[in-house]
């Protein structure tokens, strides 16, 4: 008999739901895809709506559902930390009080009410609770082809946790030690997100794509104001610089007196090169921490194979480094490490750890798909198109890919809608924009016309996999760009130097490789390798591309705009098509061209 078991991961950013079943992961998305709200922390009715009509099943058929927190525990540490810091956080109190009293406190309540709307018979005592670190370590762990691995778990906080260490040794997987809310590696990235006056939670990309335009002139006061670091990568936060612990900010007025100037403005101050250099700075001291960390536990525990997860493994220029150092002969970043994930993570821990089930590591996938979304059949998308009085055209793949890579090597920007939706913050092929990476131009033009985002977001290569060597320093997969990785000096182009300190949007406008389009300024490139085997249209694609031009590489980028989910449904990949300069769309096996289409929008869209 099936032993099915629901994850669910909501209430505080990036709610989704993953169903099992015996321990394979069937289906899974994030709640955003369907609400259409930016990292929805709403519960995920939808995406459960979702995993059980894949599955073909009703709530009654679950077996477990299980929740990635222990919420008792996180208002355990709220409380103490008002309460240690009285009167001060008075205000934040009163705000967050009676929210965690009405919506997060009794959680097997809130969760039992809902699971009601899909089926009155549910049983209460089918929900279980996992803790928030155990619930990413073990969506890392157990997704990972080891046997044996240390799992290191960074984010900004869980209940108490905020960095914690596992050791996974087949079935089992115990957390040996953490460090403990306020002190946060995750919180302290944020602050400086929130000081660059990006969105936290959201805006952690955008720093990280900013720094390698600065220089870590602020590393040293950082070090000596903030965070104390000590030779084996633990750390104790300076909280006389924050206002997250009880407050209603990030950081407070010392902070902006250590740097001798406010929280940037996001609707009226410019980038200037002080913001690069701040968020160089950050950077180079997150990378520091974790290079000491994984150091120290490689010594201690003797183990070859390294996990990351939590929502600092998204930093993949870290991971990066923390490939090249060598303390770990493997390295496996759970693809979507975030909280997303952790709901993955909870049903894989209830399944080996509360319900004592072996692994089976001959059926762990070495690249686990993340493709576990919706998908859409060319009926389907047809019934849709002739329904608004779309133009298109259907095309044999063969015909589809000729065409599509012929387009891409003329300079149009293509819109790639197939199969299932991807799990997690990345595109992987599926709902992707793609454009041709030697176009010195095409990085501008997709964040300012497409993307309406900052100038200088770096896009990422995809690259067919057995080629990715001639392109990039790479000697492995990397298919859920994960890890940043440079462009081989081949094919690097010289970069004149100046009299004089560039600007970022001169910076910009030098030509660094023969694929400018997706080199960031310090020849570096958040890779995706992408097999036959794991996604074949995708890779056909490429090919084709690569036999018109000799360049086995396109620009991928999701399929959204700012402020915007990655696309989920036909419709939604429709109404980003009109109203962005996206030249075609490919939904299925549908071509769409934009001149071809009626200049009046069918569906009401907004950004």
Known sequence: MKIYILGISAFYHDSAAALLCDGEVLAAAQEERFSRIKNDPQFPSKSIEFVLKYADISIRDVDYVIYYDKPFVTFERLIASYLSNAPR???????????????????????????????????????????????????????????????????????????????????????????????????????????????????????????????????????????????????????????????????????????????????????????????????????EVLLLLTRNLAKEYKIKNLCLSGGVALNCVANGKILDDGSFENIWVQPSPGDAGAAIGCALAAWHIQLDQPRNLKKIEAFPSQYLGPKFSNDEVTLFLDAIGSSYSVYADEQLFELTADALANGKIVGWFQGKMEFGARALGNRSILADPRNPEMQKKLNLTIKFREGFRPFAPVILSEMANEWFEIDRESPYMLFVRNVLKVKRLAVRKQQKELTIEQKLQQLRSKIPAVTHINYSARVQTIQKTMNPKFHSLISSFNQITGCPILVNTSMNVRGEPIVCTPSDAYKLFMSTGLDIIVIENCILYKNDQFPKLPIQFSH
């Open 89 to 287: 956080g008075f205000k934040s109190f009163l705000i967050s009080f009676p929210v965690w009293m009405k919506k997060k406190l009794f959680q097997k309540k809130i969760l039992y009410k809902r699971l009601l709307q899909f089926d009155k018979k549910f049983s209460v005592k089918k929900i279980l609770f996992s803790e928030h670190h155990l619930s990413h370590a073990a969506g890392s762990f157990y997704s990972s082809c080891f046997d044996e691995a240390i799992v290191l778990t960074v984010d900004a906080v869980g209940e108490w946790a905020t960095t914690s260490v596992a050791i996974g040794d087949g079935k089992s997987l115990k957390i040996e030690k953490e460090i403990r809310f306020p002190h946060s590696l995750g919180l302290l990235y944020s602050a400086f997100t929130y000081y660059l006056g990006f969105k936290v939670n959201e805006g952690e990309y955008k720093l990280m794509g900013l720094a390698p335009y600065g220089k870590p002139i602020f590393v040293d006061k950082i070090k000596k104001h903030l965070i104390d670091i000590k030779s084996d990568g633990t750390f104790r936060l300076n909280l006389d610089y924050f206002d997250f612990v009880t407050g209603l900010k990030m950081t407070n007025k010392l902070f902006d007196e250590l740097f001798e100037q406010s929280v940037r403005d996001s609707q009226s101050d410019i980038f200037e090169d002080f913001h690069a250099d701040i968020a160089a700075s950050i950077q180079v001291v997150t990378e």
